[in-house]
């Protein structure tokens, strides 16, 4: 089994997606981090005895800060807070955004600033290690004062109250613990605010969605290479001269992926071969070219599009992994000078700024994949293949005119698209006054990164009807034609899904190429095979 350190400062989004998406992989403090913890629990507890007022430790919380409570009572304010906000709805987050908060809440509390006892961390990795996954509603919070509402259903899965998933069933927590030798933690002044004042629910969603757009980015070239193939492409068009000249990293490292992909195709030729094989005037003052000499935008500006967003995932990496350790909750105790501070860092703007940034660039992706595959079933601009990818019928076959290929597929597609590029508006400008107007400016980050992490899915789907379009067309060219790096996706589809010789329900085969996308099947193929 896996064990991840964690200390406040140096976790990664790998480390977060490891955790989130295997069962086996744990967490566990490092010594550092709790001796930080218990020095800020130690000065908590000193400056309660001042008998000075401690927001939300020993007042009221939000609008209530005026209403000082004395300390004696402070650790019943804490269990109160949390039951309160237990008023989410929609749907339940899926397991591994669950862990993915889990993890990066203890993360945020090992950095040593938010006076809660190592116990309080503690707990929530124990919760990874048993696999017990508190029941969280989807909806609920508005980012600023963090994730109130879904981070409570973990604060009070730490006390025994509510349900956990455990071992795929949903059960009461306490029943729970009792099978697994846990009891519920008592609170103490802060130790509830510790929990739910943060960014780790937002950032969970963030974090997934960054992963797992890093590998679109990736198959949305390998889909333009397959695509450029099919069309009969000009590759000339991602050359590293043109690229150089307008040298956007991520715009460069595209062209370059897409080149390499391409290298040795015979169906997707370089300029000078396109130029030779259109043809010449031969001293006529006019002519039409056997080849177009240059393809329309979504293949010649498949790296301007997905170039955007490589660029963007990168100063994304970077916002996310300053996030998850960072202490995001309020107030904050500082060890060193002796004080503590008010403030407001559970405003989860960035995580609500790259999201919004993030589904926008994966919206465009899908468009210019759903754009790509048009031109593969359009009989008027796939340059001789077959209307809608129809499988090729001799002369008089009794089962022409019958069948319709990927019409539908393209119909699907298209659907897709749309819901993508409709949900990519920004959230973080639709920001509500709330919370008896203390909360007067929000950041809907959760908003944003659960919409950015559909987004991406729906951006999968779309990419997972390309490459079946792709490689029937591609079938239909000749496989034998194809580069080394095509040929081996190709033979990796094929290996799950045949070849499309008659109608049939595709639903399944989306699916498996869906899995085969999850997986890496298909960016491993495309980056070891032989090129020679």
Avoid at 124 to 132: C, F, N, Q, T
Avoid at 501 to 524: C, F, K, M, P, W
């Amino acid at each position: 089994m896996t064990t991840v350190k964690i200390d406040g400062r140096s976790l990664t989004l790998d480390d977060v997606r490891a955790v989130a998406r295997d069962p086996h992989v744990t967490a566990e403090c490092t010594t550092e981090a709790a001796e930080a913890m218990r020095a800020s629990r130690d000065l908590k507890l000193r400056l309660i005895a001042t008998g000075d007022p401690i927001y939300g430790v020993t007042t009221g919380f939000g609008d209530s800060a005026h209403r000082q409570i004395s300390a004696d009572k402070a650790a019943d304010l804490q269990r109160n807070m949390i039951l309160y906000h237990l008023n989410g709805t929609g749907p339940l987050a899926p397991d591994e955004v669950v862990r993915a908060t889990l993890l990066i809440r203890a993360n945020c509390l090992a950095r040593g600033n938010s006076g809660v006892r190592p116990e309080i961390a503690g707990r929530l990795l124990e919760l990874l290690r048993h696999d017990i996954l508190p029941a969280v509603p989807e909806r609920g919070s508005v980012g600023a004062s963090g994730d109130l509402i879904p981070l409570c259903y973990v604060a009070a899965a730490l006390i025994g109250e509510g349900d956990v998933r455990h071992r795929g069933a949903l059960r009461r927590t306490r029943d729970v613990f009792d099978s697994v030798g846990l009891t519920a933690l008592g609170l103490e002044a802060k130790d509830g605010l510790a929990l739910i004042n943060g960014t780790s629910f937002s950032a969970a969603y963030a974090v997934l969605a960054a992963h797992d757009a890093r590998r679109l980015a990736a198959l949305a070239d390998i889909c333009t290479a397959l695509a450029s193939e099919a069309l009969l492409g000009n590759r000339g068009h991602y050359a590293a001269f043109i690229q150089d000249q307008r040298p956007h990293p991520g715009q460069r490292a595209s062209a370059r992926l897409i080149g390499a992909l391409l290298e040795g195709s015979h169906l997707s030729l370089p300029h000078s071969q396109i130029v030779t094989a259109a043809g010449s005037l031969d001293g006529q003052g006019y002519t039409q070219l056997r080849r177009s000499i240059q393809d329309r935008y979504s293949l010649r500006c498949a790296p301007h599009v997905n170039g955007v967003l490589r660029d963007t995932l990168a100063w994304t990496w970077n916002w996310l992994e300053t996030e998850i350790n960072a202490s995001t909750d309020n107030p904050l105790f500082d060890t060193a000078g002796e004080t503590v501070h008010s403030g407001g860092n559970f405003y989860a703007g960035h995580v609500a700024q790259s999201m919004d940034a993030l589904k926008v660039a994966v919206a465009n992706v899908a468009d210019l994949l759903d754009r790509q595959l048009e031109l593969l079933v359009d009989e008027k601009f796939n340059n001789g293949l077959t209307p809608n990818l129809i499988p090729r019928l001799p002369p008089g076959d009794r089962e022409a005119g019958l069948h319709h290929g990927f019409k539908g597929m393209q119909i699907a597609a298209s659907a897709l698209t749309a819901e993508a590029l409709g949900t990519s508006s920004p959230a973080s400008v639709h920001s509500r006054s709330t919370e008896a107007h203390n909360q007067d400016k929000v950041s809907l980050a959760p908003i944003a990164a659960r919409q950015a992490r559909s987004v991406v899915a729906l951006a999968h789907e779309v990419a997972a009807i390309h490459l079946l379009a792709a490689c029937q067309a591609l079938d239909l060219r000749g496989p034998h034609h194809m580069s080394p790096r095509t040929r081996a996706v190709h033979r990796a589809i094929r290996e799950a899904v045949p070849f499309l010789d008659r109608d049939q329900r595709l639903d399944h085969a989306i699916s498996e190429v869906l899995g085969l996308v999850t997986a890496g099947v298909i960016t491993e193929a495309a980056e070891t095979a032989v090129t020679h």
